[in-house]
């Protein structure tokens, strides 16, 4: 509450920031004992899982011979079985079940692809290097590994602990100025070798690359699946014949070039996404027809609303949590539950799931609404799905940045009377004056919209004139004379709609992990020698 009225009351953002970080360690406590209370708290044994998986090659880091590259991973003989397994599963459950639309598109994206989606703008982090042997290091972590090696020391005095674990506490929140600062009154170094670092600077986590010879058409690896579809909406459209709603759905590798990667499978640089979009009419209420099969799910939800205000997650159906809005679309719900049963059936722990709600700050640049599936493990919550309501951004701006036609159309059960106004180019007039120039005039003009035409309308009464623009750097200057305003009626029959989208992405290597962390045993008292993973038969 203290911090939405800060916010509401425009305080000073250090003001706000020190609200935050005293909900943050309230927030910490209170997982902590909600940890308690969900299971029993067993020290989890990872070196010798590490060492089974190993030992039986279920996967390795890539090129080791060579001594590794961060990041990159080998699957051998398990890891591949499991992994198809999992693939296998989710194709069942999902694309066979839910009849939904599979396609498979290339992993190179040409560059202009991913500017309109915001990639190229957005989609970074901030990196800092050693300035000597231009090691490069992600910033936000490199701050909290060194916070809590200060924390460590026996020696820190209570109040810098005070002063040290706020600071680990909003370290994700900082921006690139507020971690330059800290870097520099921290005497924040490499770990590696205690050299200096420079200031942050973004990173984009794409990896670059180009398309044919002589440096050709600037591209990427694709750092999701998604665009693939979005690019493609329109043929599928065509295939479910021109109906909304369909979901499409496409199982692929992509690639982040992380700054840092660690934690095994958990953040890699290339890795195995299942994602779905599912199309429906931005503007009917976004139910979906097979909503009573899930209804009764029952799902661990950590909302926004619980986090800011200090509460636990809560055990809810599936139908309360929509009855009381705290999902605010059903077709959002419906994916929620269905992802809860698919983690579920290849072998995630039920204790151990839950689904959070992005806080505001946290949103991706093209989301309006979030829950993350969350495995607890040894590293601590981790997401494995991202079930992200992207509204109409990606469709929108994919139309603004090509030109193509990318709306659905509605026939409408009765017809609609719609005011018009058209502005129509008086073509010997136009000839004469702007001569070569003419066609491209009038080209203009006559794909003027309502709103342009309006505006078109009312600067030739006021002025007498109006400015065209033919281009970046040229205007024409457009006279009364030059064309004719017709307002008329217009009975319409169908109306373009442009779709909304609810996306479930999927991290394979995430859940595999998690799957082998939940189902990994050791006896008690005979730790060197009975281990065991305990797979569900399919996997």
Not at 83 to 100: A, C, G, P, T, Y
Not at 163 to 183: A, P
Not at 410 to 434: C, H, M, N, Y
Not at 439 to 459: D, P, R, T, Y
Request: charged fraction near 25%.
């Amino acid at each position: 509450d203290t911090v939405r009225r800060l916010k509401d009351e425009n305080r000073p953002k250090v003001e706000i920031n020190e609200a935050v970080a005293k909900l943050k360690a309230c927030k910490k406590k209170l997982e902590d004992e909600e940890k308690k209370l969900l299971w029993k708290e067993v020290k989890f044994d990872r070196e010798g899982l590490e060492s089974l998986l190993k030992r039986r090659f279920f996967y390795a880091p890539s090129f080791s011979i060579y001594g590794g590259v961060a990041g990159l991973y080998d699957f051998g003989p398990m890891g591949c079985a499991m992994k198809s397994n999992i693939v296998s599963m989710w194709r069942s459950h999902f694309v066979l079940e839910d009849q939904l639309l599979e396609v498979d598109c290339s992993m190179l994206t040409p560059y202009h692809v991913l500017k309109a989606s915001g990639h190229v703008d957005r989609f970074s982090d901030l990196m800092v290097k050693d300035i000597k042997t231009g090691e490069c290091f992600r910033a936000d972590q490199l701050v909290a590994d060194h916070f809590e090696q200060l924390l460590a020391d026996p020696k820190c005095p209570a109040d810098k602990k005070e002063e040290y674990s706020k600071v680990l506490r909003q370290v994700e929140e900082y921006s690139q100025q507020e971690l330059g600062d800290l870097i520099t009154k921290y005497n924040v170094v490499s770990p590696l070798n205690k050299n200096e670092v420079t200031a942050p600077q973004p990173f984009n986590l794409m990896f670059g690359t180009a398309i044919g010879p002589d440096h050709g058409v600037p591209a990427f690896l694709r750092p999701e699946t998604a665009q693939g579809i979005f690019v493609n909406f329109k043929k599928l459209l065509e295939f479910n014949n021109g109906r909304l709603p369909f979901g499409a759905a496409q199982i692929g590798t992509a690639f982040r070039n992380e700054v840092s990667p660690r934690a095994g499978l958990l953040r890699v640089r290339e890795f195995m996404m299942a994602e779905i979009e599912y199309f429906l009419h931005p503007d009917k209420k976004q139910t979906h027809k097979k909503l009573s099969s899930v209804a009764n799910e029952v799902l661990t939800m950590y909302s926004s609303a619980n986090q800011m205000s200090g509460q636990p997650a809560v055990q809810i159906t599936l139908a309360d949590a929509l009855d009381q809005g705290l999902i605010a679309s059903e077709t959002l719900g419906y994916y929620l539950a269905r992802t809860s049963l698919f983690l579920k059936s290849v072998g995630v722990d039920n204790k151990k799931l839950r689904f959070r709600q992005h806080l505001e700050n946290e949103m991706a640049h093209y989301a309006c609404d979030c829950w993350d599936a969350e495995c607890h493990t040894s590293y601590g919550w981790v997401e494995c799905v991202g079930c992200a309501n992207r509204s109409c951004y990606d469709l929108n701006c994919h139309m603004k940045h090509s030109g193509a036609n990318l709306f659905a159309q509605e026939t409408l059960s009765e017809p609609r009377i719609v005011q018009r106004v058209q502005a129509v180019p008086d073509k010997g007039v136009l000839g004469k004056v702007f001569r070569a120039k003419s066609k491209v005039v009038m080209q203009l003009l006559s794909e003027m919209s309502n709103e342009q035409v309006e505006k078109l309308e009312a600067a030739l009464k006021d002025t007498g004139s109006f400015e065209l623009q033919l281009s970046s750097d040229e205007n024409v200057t457009i006279l009364p004379n030059m064309v004719i305003i017709k307002h008329f009626e217009e009975r319409i029959h169908v109306v373009d709609v442009l779709p909304s989208v609810i996306e479930p992405s999927f991290g394979i290597g995430r859940i595999m992990y998690s799957v082998l962390e939940h189902n990994f045993h050791v006896r008690e008292g005979d730790e060197h020698r009975n281990v065991s993973l305990r797979q569900h038969h399919m996997i």
